[in-house]
């Protein structure tokens, strides 16, 4: 197995730029979690989905952040427009869920500038 | 004051000692789970756990749930350990959901 896949691995951009950030669960997966990691703050949840639905996206910032999780192999990440404050490594993972112990798999991560 | 604290926030030794990682939280809780991150950024989960103790090679977690406590035990402690530790929990708040609070971290250097 790939492992969690995420793309791209590294990206830098212009203020004011549209950003995706694209993540490809683990095969048979279906709860799927983002967050993102910074020097200041740590890892923060963003949002997660099961079954591809959004459950809890009381951790996306503002509207400026969006996802969606069109099907079960796939899932994206969206800020417009981006912020020099959005900087920061963003990290995928997945799960079986209710498979009880059992843990999430990270993706590589994407590491986000924004000039 | 945060909902998880781990302690120490850095911790250097020698190759083979005994190592400990603290975690404490305030909520009660449904899970709580070890992560290990290398130099490089990546992100493995060590363990799940809700109960008792886990162990996994060198690797051993226990939680005692009334004290709100979880450590983190390397024993023969390898350069290769040498990562940051963050322990993150699941709020028994809300049924079914599974957001996770995450600890600042222990940063572990072990010097060959």
């Known amino acids: 197995d790939a492992g969690v896949i995420q793309s791209p691995r590294h990206e830098v951009t212009e203020m004011g730029q549209e950003v995706t950030l694209r993540c490809k669960p683990i095969s048979g997966h279906n709860s799927l979690f983002w967050y993102r990691q910074t020097m200041m703050r740590g890892l923060e949840l963003l949002i997660y989905f099961n079954n591809n639905v959004p459950i809890d996206d009381s951790g996306m910032p503002e509207d400026r952040f969006s996802a969606k999780m069109p099907n079960a192999s796939f899932s994206t990440l969206k800020i417009q427009p981006s912020e020099p404050r959005d900087s920061a490594v963003y990290f995928c993972?997945?799960?079986?869920?209710?498979?009880?112990?059992?843990?999430?798999?990270f993706g590589p991560g994407t590491r986000l500038l924004v000039l | 004051k945060n909902e998880v604290e781990q302690s120490p926030q850095n911790l250097t030794a020698q190759e083979g000692e005994f190592i400990t990682i603290n975690c404490s939280y305030s909520v009660g809780i449904s899970a709580l789970h070890w992560l290990q991150q290398h130099p490089g950024g990546g992100i493995v989960s060590l363990f799940m756990?809700?109960?008792g103790k886990k162990k996994h090679g060198r690797l051993i977690a226990t939680i005692n749930i009334q004290e709100k406590h979880s450590s983190l035990h390397i024993t023969a402690s390898h350069p290769r350990d040498s990562a940051v530790y963050i322990c993150a929990v699941i709020g028994r708040s809300n049924f079914g959901n599974e957001k996770l609070t995450f600890g600042t971290g222990t940063r572990l250097t072990i010097i060959p």
């Open positions: 756990l809700s109960s």
């Open positions: 993972a997945s799960r079986h869920l209710r498979q009880e112990g059992e843990t999430q798999y």
